[in-house]
Nanobody, 127 residues
Framework: QVQLVESGGGLVQAGDSLRLSCAAS????????MGWFRQAPGNEREFVAA????????YYDDSVKGRFSISRDNTNNTVSLQMNSLKPEDTALYYC????????????????????WGRGTQVTVSS
């Protein structure tokens, strides 16, 4: 079983940056794909970014492409999401997720392939 714990959320102003981190424990996820999803009140949980197990391939939703960057450190079992040029519409609860699947442009966006989820960290961007 994999436990994921997110950190780094907070209240910032539009244009600011935040860096979210996700620590995995319970078993090594070095061969697992990792992703970030977010959920705003009243909305469904949506894909933000993902990274394959080697870290050589990354995937982003169009809404964050060019502003967010996902990375991973397999030595320390962590994955990070650097968020720049934040907008009020980025306000949401951000979840870290992991799954034993081959990440592709299609699979990385599918919630059900991720079998482990964190509890989320809140990001609030004021205008």
């Amino acid at each position: 079983q994999v436990q994921l714990v997110e950190s780094g959320g907070g209240l910032v102003q539009a244009g600011d940056s935040l860096r979210l981190s996700c620590a995995a424990s319970g078993r090594a996820v070095t061969t697992w794909s990792m992703g970030w999803f977010r959920q705003a009140p009243g909305n469904e949980r949506e894909f933000v970014a993902a990274i394959n197990w080697r870290g050589g391939h990354t995937y982003y939703d169009d809404s964050v492409k060019g502003r967010f960057s996902i990375s991973r450190d397999n030595t320390n079992n962590t994955v990070s999401l650097q968020m720049n040029s934040l907008k009020p519409e980025d306000t949401a609860l951000y979840y870290c997720a992991a799954g034993s699947f081959v990440a592709t442009t299609i699979t990385a966006r599918v919630r059900k392939v991720y079998t482990s989820w964190g509890r989320g960290t809140q990001v609030t961007v004021s205008s």
